[in-house]
């Protein structure tokens, strides 16, 4: 029985070159794509934009397991329906997510899902990365991730996700490896 893959840490640590390497590996990971309310930036993907009033809407008629409130005030929905379809015909749905709203999923789905934390080598390389990529202008992204990093160890991380790794830039491909392993394995435990 497959199981929902959460790839979750603090911003710029990796997450989405993770998931990208991993759909390389097995194309039945499928990602699902989070509503947003902000524009797509250039060169994005795998993201929905919306206006606020539309993610209300989806929020209403059930259409979403969650709805976070992130950086700026933006908001992403999650959708439903393409995580129970790609459940139900055996793909693997992947999604990053933040730490502090894994007990929603956790309720959602309590016997399929598989956790990964995903944490930086260091704090001043976490910095670099989220400068390089200009994400971080007034430190913002900084801040809320050294407090996800203390969030994750303040809630004991023993037991809280199934998988940790340590995200350095020219070991994504190793890293996609080691998770895809322990997910299988995952998968042939409950089988």
């Known amino acids: 029985m497959n199981k929902f893959l959460l790839i979750t840490g603090p911003s710029g640590v990796g997450k989405s070159a993770i998931i990208d390497e991993l759909s390389k590996l097995d194309s039945r990971f499928v990602y699902i794509s989070p509503y947003m ?3 797509i930036r250039l060169g994005e993907k795998n993201k929905i934009a919306v206006s606020d009033e539309q993610m209300d809407e989806m929020w209403r008629r059930g259409e979403l397991l969650a709805v976070n409130k992130l950086y700026g005030g933006i908001r992403y929905g999650t959708p439903r329906s393409p995580i129970i379809g790609a459940l139900a ?3 693997f749905p992947v999604l990053d997510w933040p ?3 894994l007990e929603i999923m956790k309720q959602a789905f309590p016997d399929r899902l598989f956790i990964v934390y995903v944490s930086p080598p260091s704090i001043d390389i976490l910095h670099q990365r989220l400068k390089k990529d200009g994400r971080d202008t007034d430190g913002t992204r900084l ?3 050294k407090q996800e990093i203390q969030k994750y160890w303040s809630l004991g991380r023993i037991g ?4 940790e790794v340590v995200s350095e830039d020219q070991r994504i491909p190793e890293i996609a490896v080691n998770i895809y392993t322990s997910y299988l394995g995952s998968i042939k435990e409950i089988a």
Do not use: E, K, Q, V
């Open 143 to 145: 801040a809320n991730a």
């Open 37 to 39: 309310t902000r524009p």
């Open 89 to 91: 015909i055996g793909s």
């Open 160 to 163: 809280l996700c199934d998988l």
């Open 99 to 101: 730490i502090d709203r």
